[in-house]
């Protein structure tokens, strides 16, 4: 029976050799990603979420659908109040989606679009606060960002068939449909 030197048998070893490594891609916990992944969600879905309510429902110091109706339409915006009401039925909805990862690459779609009409709005004021665009920019990216890479493993969707194993093809649709519709609204817009 050939005996093999501790030193050989600790180098072929797979789970051996990276624990000797210490760093690298391979010592990193997946779980790590998925954890990450979970707080951007949580973060900027509840922060969308909360922007909806200021629309919908004057919480948080927001101005209702009245309030929110008139910045609308003295933005340009035809039919101030419904479009008060789609955007914050889409930030509420969307946010609280992106939030607990359910329809995922729909919902930062649909948060992209509505801060492409954000940005629209708010273009021209410099990039920084408090005239700026950086935040709604940020906001933008970071909805794309999620409807591109998935939820993570902590999400609704991993729950989902068709969405259990995330596909870049499905957040590349998802942010084309979010882009199209924000360019649609955008047209209204006088």
């Given at each position: 029976?050939?005996?093999?030197?501790?030193?050989?048998?600790?180098a072929?070893?797979?789970?051996?050799?990276?624990?000797?490594?210490?760093?690298?891609?391979?010592?990193?916990?997946?779980?790590?990603?998925?954890?990450?992944?979970?707080?951007?969600?949580?973060?900027?879905?509840?922060?969308m979420?909360?922007?909806?309510?200021?629309k919908?429902?004057?919480?948080?110091?927001?101005?209702?659908?009245?309030?929110?109706?008139?910045?609308?339409?003295?933005?340009?915006?035809?039919?101030?109040?419904a479009?008060a009401?789609?955007?914050g039925?889409?930030?509420?909805?969307?946010?609280l989606?992106?939030?607990?990862?359910?329809?995922?690459?729909?919902?930062?779609?649909a948060?992209?679009?509505?801060?492409?009409?954000?940005l629209?709005?708010?273009?021209?004021?410099?990039?920084?606060?408090?005239?700026?665009?950086?935040?709604?920019?940020?906001?933008?990216?970071?909805?794309?960002?999620?409807?591109?890479?998935?939820?993570?493993?902590?999400?609704?969707?991993?729950?989902?068939?068709?969405?259990?194993?995330?596909?870049?093809a499905?957040?590349?649709?998802?942010?084309?449909?979010?882009?199209?519709?924000?360019?649609?609204?955008?047209?209204?817009?006088?």
């Open positions: 029976m050939p005996s093999s030197s501790p030193s050989t048998t600790a072929t070893n797979p789970a051996t050799r990276t624990a000797l490594e210490g760093s690298g891609p391979a010592s990193t916990s997946p779980h790590a990603y998925d954890v990450g992944l979970l707080l951007l969600r949580l973060a900027l879905g509840l922060t979420a909360a922007h909806g309510s200021q919908l429902f004057g919480w948080f110091g927001g101005g209702g659908i009245d309030g929110t109706g008139q910045f609308f339409t003295m933005s340009g915006y035809p039919a101030g109040n479009m009401v789609v955007a039925l889409t930030e509420t909805l969307g946010g989606a992106l939030a607990v990862g359910l329809l995922t690459p729909l919902a930062g779609a948060l992209v679009g509505t801060m492409i009409n954000a629209a709005v708010t273009w021209g004021g410099g990039f920084f606060a408090p005239k700026g665009n950086e935040y709604e920019l940020l906001l933008t990216a970071g909805a794309a960002a999620l409807a591109l890479t998935g939820p993570g493993r902590y999400a609704v969707d991993r729950f989902l068939p068709v969405l259990r194993a995330h596909r870049l499905y957040g590349v649709a998802a942010v084309l449909v979010g882009l199209a519709t924000a360019g649609v609204i955008l047209l209204l817009r006088k």
